[in-house]
């Protein structure tokens, strides 16, 4: 351990600590940089209570949300919204008068510029908002600033004497939270200014070093300090006291490592402290939940808990006055063994105020409450954590809440959040991730069905109060399971609305792998050796607490599941088991056909993947092969097997379900499984060499005129093929050859017109190859046919993009609002701010005049357009602004002359509807008709 950076770290804590009586007595307080720094790190703070600092969140919120009494409550438009614009075209998104300090800026989507006025400067500081967040501009310095899943997060404190002001260059249409504190009058604040000091880029990089060594101990090292020690077995219904301690003390660490063969012991064993004279416990947890794993143990170190292969810690400073005691109850119905140590400071003077640690359990499952509350006290205290596990029992995303506070019985909450992911650090959903200050510890599924578990510790932003304290956070379902602890810091006499919670009503809801066959429900085709188990049985916690246990002999190695399926296509397979049991190596077949051979199956992981088969209705018959008779007491446990459906490109035709109707030369079969193809599988056409075909009948529903697109393998057997629809070829010759197998690009083929029934074939020529190829060989994914809607459409997606500014252009399929609304079903999608820019690349055959027509999108965010051919200005501006995502329909911009050979088209937006939300454009095509 590094010395010097303790001695560092003791005598600003040790400074702190000497100071208790002092904060007491109100002094006068003078608060540098350096200061603010320290209390990001500084756990010992957090039980003083410093009478008059307030803290507060000024955020992007739906402004339409007034009380929880009015229709809005709920609205959920929270981006964009600011405290107002001024004239020059800032938008202000916090102001605050009186001393205080910036503790905390959040953002889903930093754009442009941010500015800080800080007291009466002119002149602010202004960054590129975005480079708070790279973790490598000074002083904004990773950990303390960085992006933490897809949420922007910033820690590095701004501290200012009088006053503050931020704001943005212009709207952005911002996710933001931006949590201050303040102080009292009297207390003198140094302002930020850069650049940073030595002395204060010496303590950046302290504070820095600290954050890193999360897990280590953080309190100093050279103070008197009593250690308890001990190994517990608790029999079933057994309450003890693992320590009784005498006061004034400090309990600084706590750490705990659990063993048992209990189910679900995480839950069932219940940790609680009592501090002084109290006769309710201020600690109620159950032990999973006290560490932040609702679900079971998982690895984690943030600053103050986390979870190491040496067990569970807790660094939270627990003063008490006059005796401390903590006590474990074990409600499960095996023995728990418990190793655990404690250390408490001695020698210690505390005020008298001070806070004792509180952490409490709550659950409510299924969780109908709107408003879900993670804390409602009374009295003075601080909030100092929060830690959410929510099981969903279905795909979708659950976490649009907003965190709000209620400070001292106000009216409106003085934090305000704009949705759960934000609140916890993330941004556009969850994923796993692991910081000192915030974190997801468990994230079962990318879609966000099953368990989710996510912390946030309020540190250097702990939350006062002095009279009451209302936290909860939005729900907007009425099936989830909720489940938190709140962490704070309470001074006598308190109250609280927690109550403990009977063991039967803490147990998870019974493990449910969604959309997986459950195998103890299957037909099994076996001589012998299958049994039926369950969780208990097992001491594993099973989908559906029951699965099947094969006990593999000489006379019997094999056995079959007959998996009924409904819909035939191209399955990824997934086995489902309990992690780490010792278990045999075995090989899997389906409906007679290979797939895969598993060494030491379910070490590292509870899945089993086995690979992708194509299944048909109505039963597949999966068969499992055991290959390690000669090893005694190897059972196999298989709980479900989830059969996960391929992927497909929306609105395409699979080219492989296409039925053959002639053919010459070539062989037609169908690949499964190989590649990321759309249905995981293509249609592969083989010849021996050129000029050889097969007709596909295309669907004969379909008439009228359509825009016919592929998507092909490309291979270093590729040949060249050629397309047609009756007898009209279309488009030149396409070269299938690469160096090595992927997949290409969607291409657009051509035009065509259907008239339905039999006459409805694509032909598919190859007519040689590449002199490079091997082969004669043809690989289609699948078709896409557009109907088309504008005749002689030029597609904005589809031109060459000559320059682009203040914009990202991307190709944006616009089917999710509405089949057949636009042309090729694509457009090209600009982003940005004001004055944006795109530059694109048209061509004509000829000399003479055109009428110029433009199809836009019209949608909520977008601008107004101008648009220049040449460098010119033509026609007049357009207002895409709409309530609703809706094609423009036909836009004329007049009649214009145009030489043979390649044009330009600009399009820039030059302001925007003051309904308008942003500067956005979208492009669908354009139409030139000559006159």
Request: with cysteine.
């Amino acid at each position: 351990m590094n010395k010097m950076r303790w001695l560092f770290l003791s005598a600003f804590v040790l400074i702190n600590l000497l100071a208790f009586p002092l904060h007491a007595q109100q002094v006068k307080r003078k608060i540098s940089f350096v200061d603010m720094l320290w209390r990001i790190v500084d756990l010992r703070n957090l039980p003083l209570i410093e009478e008059g600092v307030k803290c507060a969140q000024f955020s992007s919120y739906d402004r339409a949300s007034k009380s929880p009494d009015e229709p809005n409550w709920g609205a959920n438009k929270d981006w964009g919204n600011y405290l107002r614009i001024e004239e020059n075209g800032e938008a202000v998104m916090a102001e605050i008068e009186g001393s205080g300090c910036i503790v905390r800026i959040w953002s889903a989507n930093p754009q442009g510029k941010i500015r800080f006025y800080l007291d009466d400067a002119e002149k602010p500081l202004e960054f590129e908002f975005q480079q708070l967040f790279k973790g490598d501009f000074e002083p904004f310095l990773s950990p303390l600033c960085g992006y933490h899943g897809r949420g922007a997060n910033c820690y590095l404190p701004i501290p200012f004497a009088k006053r503050c002001k931020v704001t943005a260059d212009k709207p952005h249409g911002q996710y933001y939270h931006i949590t201050y504190v303040t102080f009292p009058k009297d207390w003198q604040i140094e302002t930020f200014r850069l650049p940073l000091t030595e002395e204060e880029m010496e303590a950046l990089k302290r504070v820095i070093e600290v954050l890193k060594r999360s897990g280590e101990n953080p309190h100093p090292q050279d103070v008197k300090v009593e250690r308890i020690t001990g190994k517990l077995k608790l029999a079933p219904s057994q309450r003890h006291a693992i320590a009784q301690l005498a006061g004034p003390g400090i309990i600084r660490s706590l750490r705990f490592k659990v063993e048992s063969n209990e189910m679900l012991v995480y839950r069932k064993l219940v940790i609680m402290a009592f501090w002084d004279d109290e006769k309710e416990p201020s600690i109620w947890c159950p032990i999973g939940d006290f560490f932040g794993c609702s679900f079971g143990f998982r690895e984690y170190t943030s600053l103050p808990m986390g979870v190491t292969g040496e067990g569970a810690y807790c660094y939270f400073p627990m003063p008490f006055k006059k005796g401390a005691r903590i006590e474990l109850l074990n409600e499960g119905k095996a023995e728990v063994v418990v190793e655990f140590s404690i250390e408490c400071e001695r020698d210690v003077q505390l005020p008298e105020m001070i806070g004792y640690f509180h952490a409490k359990w709550r659950r409510e499952a299924p969780c109908k409450t709107f408003d879900y509350p993670f804390l409602e006290a009374k009295g003075v205290g601080k909030y100092v954590g929060t830690s959410l596990s929510i099981d969903n029992p279905e795909p979708g995303w659950w976490g649009e809440g907003d965190e709000k506070v209620w400070i001292d019985g106000e009216a409106f909450p003085s934090i305000f959040g704009t949705g759960s992911e934000d609140y916890f650090g993330d941004a556009w959903g969850f994923r796993p991730f692991i910081h000192p200050l915030h974190g997801c510890i468990l994230r079962e599924r990318p879609d966000h069905a099953g368990k989710t578990s996510v912390y946030r510790w309020h540190i250097a932003d702990a939350i006062p109060f002095y009279k009451s304290i209302r936290f909860t956070i939005e729900n907007y379902d009425t099936d989830k399971d909720y489940t938190s602890v709140a962490y704070w810091y309470q001074v006598e006499p308190h109250s609280d609305f927690f109550k403990p919670v009977e063991v039967s009503q803490r147990l998870p809801i019974p493990k449910r792998i969604i959309g997986a066959v459950e195998l103890e429900d299957v037909k099994v085709e076996a001589k012998e050796g299958i049994k039926i188990v369950s969780g208990e049985e097992t001491r594993v916690e099973l989908s559906g607490d029951r699965a099947i246990l094969f006990a593999p002999s000489k006379e019997t190695n094999e056995f079959a599941l007959l998996i009924p399926i409904k819909q035939e296509d191209v399955y990824e397979l997934i086995l489902h088991s309990a992690m780490g049991l010792e278990q045999p190596a075995f090989k899997v077949l389906v409906d007679g056909k290979a797939v895969g051979e598993f060494q030491k199956p379910f070490a590292d992981s509870p899945m089993l993947r086995l690979g992708r088969v194509r299944m048909r209705p109505p039963i597949s018959r999966l068969q499992i092969v055991v290959q390690e008779l000669e090893v005694k007491e190897k059972h196999l446990l298989l709980d479900a097997l989830e059969l996960r459906q391929s992927p497909k490109v929306r609105r395409a035709i699979e080219a492989e379900g296409l039925p053959v109707k002639s053919s010459d030369g070539v062989k037609v079969n169908i690949e499964d499984g190989r590649m990321e193809w759309s249905g995981w599988a293509q249609l592969h056409i083989a010849s021996d060499g050129a000029n050889r075909w097969v007709e596909l009948q295309l669907p004969k529903e379909l008439k009228g005129k359509f825009i016919l697109n592929a998507r092909m393998t490309n291979s270093p057997k590729g040949g060249i093929v050629r397309f047609s629809v009756s007898g009209k070829a279309l488009g030149e010759p396409i070269n299938c050859y690469a160096d090595t197998e992927r997949l290409g690009n969607e291409i657009q083929l051509g035009s065509i017109e259907l008239t339905g029934g039999e006459a409805n074939l694509l032909r598919c020529e190859i007519v040689g190859k590449d002199e490079r190829s091997g082969g004669f060989e043809v690989g289609i994914d699948y078709i896409r046919l557009v109907r088309v809607l504008v005749e002689g459409a030029i597609e904005a997606e589809q031109l060459k993009i000559l320059k682009f500014e203040r914009c990202r252009p991307v190709i944006q399929n616009m089917s999710p609002w509405g089949a057949e609304r636009w042309s090729n079903e694509n457009q090209l999608f600009c982003p940005g701010e004001l004055n944006l820019r795109v530059v694109l690349e048209f061509e004509v055959g000829e000399r003479r005049n055109y009428e110029l027509d433009i199809y836009f999108t019209k949608a909520p965010d977008y601008g107004i357009v101008e648009v220049l051919v040449d460098g010119k200005v033509v026609g007049k501006p357009f207002d895409g602004y709409s309530p609703t995502v809706e094609p423009s329909g036909k836009v004329n911009f007049g009649i214009i002359e145009l030489s043979e050979g390649k044009h330009t088209i600009e399009f820039r937006t030059i302001g925007k509807n003051e309904k308008s939300t942003n500067y956005f454009m979208g492009i669908d095509c354009i139409t030139l008709t000559p006159k």
